[in-house]
């Protein structure tokens, strides 16, 4: 009888510590996604985490935004073809070169100019506009 209350009692304490690594990770990667002022990538969140805790993988940082973003507190962008986040609902627009492959982020803060088409309230968009650049039209 005591080893199965021993057992049981053993079980719970890795259970709660588990849970409690998972909080303290938890609350060290929301505290660091604070430093951020707008946009960040998981790859550089995980630099800044590991300064602080070597523990931290890769793959717990994409579940926490994956987790994060789910709950609507975090928003993903496609930017060159990888995800960034930002905790703020920001807009996300750039202008991409066809001939030098060079882009630039665009500061648009309203979609006025589609609200006729839009009868949806938009929290956040991304627009990704393609075109020849100022320095290629030059040439």
């Not at 199965?4 to 996604?33: C, D, H, V, Y």
């Not at 006729?116 to 100022?134: A, K, N, P, R």
Request: hydrophobic share 35%; with cysteine.
């Amino acid at each position: 009888m005591n080893k199965k209350i021993g057992l049981k009692s053993l079980l719970i304490l890795i259970i709660n510590k588990m849970r409690q690594r998972k909080t303290k990770q938890a609350e060290l990667i929301k505290n660091e996604m604070k430093n951020f002022s707008n946009f960040f990538d998981a790859q550089t969140l995980h630099k800044e985490i590991i300064k602080k805790d070597t523990t931290i993988g890769i793959a717990t940082i994409y579940r926490f935004l994956k987790d994060f973003q789910n709950e609507g507190k975090l928003h993903s962008y496609l930017c060159n073809r990888r995800a960034i986040y930002s905790t703020n609902k920001e807009n996300h627009c750039h202008f991409t070169c066809k001939i030098c492959k060079k882009t630039k982020h665009l500061d648009i803060k309203k979609v006025d100019f589609l609200k006729s088409g839009i009868v949806e309230e938009v929290c956040h968009f991304q627009i990704d506009l393609t075109g020849i650049c100022q320095d290629c039209l030059k040439k």
